[in-house]
């Protein structure tokens, strides 16, 4: 071959590999792409989640949860404000309030909740407010009646979040299997959580809201306040399905998600259909946030902590960023990686929380 030719042909692989190098991420740039986790509990001071994130180039935003204690909502806010303060720029989080029915539907009682949350939200690092599912699945009015997140007694609440320019994050409903017996459902960390928590497994409680009541109790809420910045977690509980969350995308445009203890479900379409998970995913790349849902209260052995953070993290990107075939522990069969563009991965692991949550970085 003379030497200009292969001189040519050289120049023209190199371009073409920086090209590729251009538009897609590979596994070894994990380290040095800066990225959110957008969904974590720490709820520990000892700083071992927060030196995995900075060790991963991760900054996480870490969201408190009503499980019915006021007590332990108060500890929830004092560790994630104090590890915001610690760790100014790399860590925020999003208080929550306790949903005491005591009171409920009274000028008294939105007046407690209002006073507490402006306090909490004044705290530096705080970006967001956190409903739990324990609305539409746990709490009750005086009748007996399970209060849905539309019920107009929360109006004042969601009216002082909007005047403040937060957004909500919101857990509503519960992924579809809930509503599924143990052995049919689709991944196993559905299977195993509702195996330790039977009083969340709806199964078990069909005179409990629906599944189609919980999110259409959701559309109706964010319906009446279309100016609100909705951040669904858990995918919306839509997870199962992408056609049905690209419909409420769609809907719904000031509603994003999260991806957190749900990318699974993404997983699991793509055994049958890997192109529509990877379509869905490059359409609404403005809508999608990376996230874990994994949490924190101290540990024995913080090694072993950090080295599975540290695994999930660098499992996730592997199945955005490549190609590659995988298996999951939580189903049967196996899949390929989407290999999103490097541009797609970008927002959604890092521009879309910014974007969304408004951080200061």
Not at 188 to 193: G, L
């Amino acid at each position: 071959m003379p030497s200009r030719v292969f001189s040519a042909l050289l120049v023209v692989l190199l371009l073409t590999g920086a090209g590729c190098k251009t538009k897609f991420y590979f596994e070894d740039d994990f380290a040095s792409v800066p990225k959110i986790d957008a969904h974590v509990h720490i709820n520990s001071d000892d700083g071992i989640f927060e030196k995995q994130a900075a060790s991963d180039n991760f900054i996480l935003i870490t969201l408190n949860v009503d499980h019915g204690d006021s007590a332990n909502i108060r500890k929830q806010f004092d560790l994630a404000s104090a590890s915001a303060a610690r760790n100014p720029g790399r860590v925020f989080f999003g208080p929550t309030f306790l949903f005491d029915t005591a009171g409920w539907g009274t000028r008294e009682w939105t007046d407690k909740i209002i006073a507490q949350l402006t306090k909490d939200l004044a705290a530096p690092g705080a970006v967001a407010v956190k409903i739990w599912k324990n609305i539409g699945m746990v709490v009750r009015d005086r009748s007996g009646r399970f209060i849905m997140v539309d019920d107009p007694g929360l109006d004042p609440v969601v009216s002082f979040i909007k005047s403040k320019g937060f957004p909500i994050a919101g857990h509503l409903g519960e992924p579809r299997n809930c509503w599924l017996p143990l052995d049919q459902m689709t991944v196993s960390s559905d299977s195993s959580y509702f195996a330790r928590n039977p009083q969340y497994h709806m199964f078990l409680h069909p005179d409990f809201p629906s599944y189609e009541d919980q999110i259409t109790a959701r559309d109706r809420f964010l319906e009446k306040n279309p100016d609100l910045i909705f951040i669904g977690c858990h995918l919306g509980s839509l997870e199962w399905n992408v056609d049905s969350l690209a419909r409420r995308l769609d809907k719904f445009p000031n509603m994003a998600v999260d991806m957190s203890a749900r990318i699974c479900h993404l997983q699991y379409q793509s055994l049958s259909d890997r192109k529509k998970v990877r379509d869905f995913c490059i359409k609404y790349q403005d809508r999608l946030l990376y996230g874990t849902d994994v949490g924190y209260s101290g540990s024995r052995n913080p090694e072993a902590f950090m080295e599975r953070m540290h695994r999930t993290w660098t499992d996730d990107w592997r199945y955005f960023t490549t190609s590659l075939e995988m298996t999951s522990d939580k189903f049967h069969g196996k899949f390929a990686g989407l290999k999103l563009p490097r541009k797609v991965v970008d927002k959604i692991y890092y521009r879309n929380a910014v974007k969304w949550y408004k951080l200061k970085i």
